[in-house]
């Protein structure tokens, strides 16, 4: 069956360390993989985007890597701040259309 | 420039009951898609609208439809509810139906039923 696995335990980290999230998956083939932001009782808000045949990505203190051989992406935030406190999620294309599948999410909290 | 809109923030509901949630994407775009997130769990696809039609639709009953206006606004009914749709309703649009195409996600509707 297809899943998409994410680390269910909160992510502690001291401010100014780099915190690294992992993503998994099986049983898909996507075309790219996406990570996206959330805060409690808020929408998803998109970070950044990784193709297939791209192995990593940066935005200002954000870094993400796509190894399709071990079928993993790695979200890294350098730096982190409190302000960085949030669930982030990782999403797939499916079936091409934009249809995106979810993992979980994984929580940070970044101690002052 | 306003992002997309969902309405209301919050809906109580009971059993058997039917609720309707409405949706205006973001300025420029002609998709919406809707997903439901119940608590600790991620966004599952529930279906996805453009042109008017309903092009995607993931694994859920009947019992969720939806519609979209001419002005690419959108609503996603539920007929009899279950405790089970319990969940924050998310509508997320697009620029069109390209698997590269940003999405960008509203505040949600939180749905309750009892």
């Known amino acids: 069956s297809q899943k998409i696995e994410q680390n269910s335990e909160a992510l502690n980290i001291q401010e100014g360390k780099t915190a690294t999230l992992t993503c998994n998956y099986t049983n898909y083939s996507p075309a790219y993989l996406q990570w996206y932001r959330q805060d409690p009782g808020r929408g998803p808000v998109f970070l950044l985007l990784i193709r297939e045949n791209e192995k990593e990505k940066r935005k200002e203190r954000l870094k993400v890597t796509f190894d399709t051989t071990l079928k993993q992406s790695l979200f890294h935030i350098t730096a982190s701040q409190p302000a960085d406190s949030a669930t982030y999620l990782c999403a797939l294309e499916r079936n091409g259309n934009n249809r995106l599948a979810f993992g979980k999410g994984n929580q940070v909290v970044v101690i002052p | 420039d306003a992002g997309v809109t969902q309405s209301p923030t919050h809906l109580i509901k009971t059993r058997g009951q039917q609720v309707t949630l409405r949706c205006s994407p973001k300025s420029g775009h002609d998709t919406v898609s809707w997903y439901q997130q119940a608590l600790g769990q991620g966004p599952q696809f529930i279906f996805q609208y453009y042109e008017e039609e309903e092009r995607q639709r993931g694994n859920f009953p009947d019992r969720f439809s939806g519609h979209q206006f001419p002005n690419y606004s959108s609503e996603l009914n539920v007929n009899a509810l279950l405790l089970g749709d319990s969940a924050l309703y998310l509508c997320?649009?697009?620029?069109?139906?390209?698997?590269?195409?940003?999405?960008?996600f509203g505040p949600g509707t939180r749905l309750t039923v009892l």
């Open positions: 997320a649009s697009s620029l069109g139906t390209s698997s590269y195409n940003e999405q960008f």
